[in-house]
C-alpha cells in the first residue's frame, strides 16, 4: 500500500513539473480586443484622446488584416511592423510618440531577458 501511495505521489508530481514546463499556448485574439490592449498599452505612458483610440483602432485592424497575408514571408512582416511604428507615430505627432517610445522603453515590465553571452544556450 505504501508502495502505491508513492508511485502515486510521484506520478502526481512529475506531472506538475512537466506542465510547468509546457510554452503558453497562444490564444486567437480578435481584432477588436487586439486593437483595444494595445491602445491601453500607449495610454499607460502618454495621453490618447478619443480621435486618437479611433485612428488607431483602425491602424491594428489594418496592421491585423495585412499581417495575416505575409506571415509567412519575414521580410515583409518586419517591413509591416516598422510600418504600423510609422502610423501609430502618424496618429499620436512626432513629440507624443517620442514620449512613449521612451517611457515604454523605460519600464522594466517591457524589459527582454537577457540572454547567456557566449554560444548557443541549447
Do not use: C, H, W
Request: aromatic letters at 10%; glycine letters at 4%.
Amino acid at each position: 500500500m505504501k508502495k502505491l501511495f508513492f508511485v502515486f505521489v510521484l506520478a502526481l508530481f512529475a506531472t506538475g513539473v512537466y506542465a510547468q514546463q509546457q510554452p503558453p499556448q497562444r490564444r486567437p485574439m480578435d481584432p477588436a480586443t487586439f486593437a483595444k490592449e494595445r491602445i491601453a498599452e500607449i495610454a499607460k505612458y502618454v495621453t490618447v484622446t478619443k480621435d486618437d483610440s479611433i485612428k488607431l483602432q483602425k491602424v491594428y485592424d489594418n496592421y491585423l488584416k495585412e499581417s495575416a497575408t505575409v506571415r509567412n514571408d519575414r521580410d515583409k512582416f518586419m517591413k509591416l511592423r516598422e510600418d504600423l511604428q510609422k502610423k501609430i507615430e502618424g496618429v499620436l505627432g512626432a513629440e507624443k510618440y517620442k514620449t512613449y517610445r521612451t517611457k515604454f522603453q523605460a519600464d522594466p515590465a517591457n524589459q527582454r531577458r537577457m540572454r547567456p553571452t557566449g554560444g548557443n544556450p541549447r
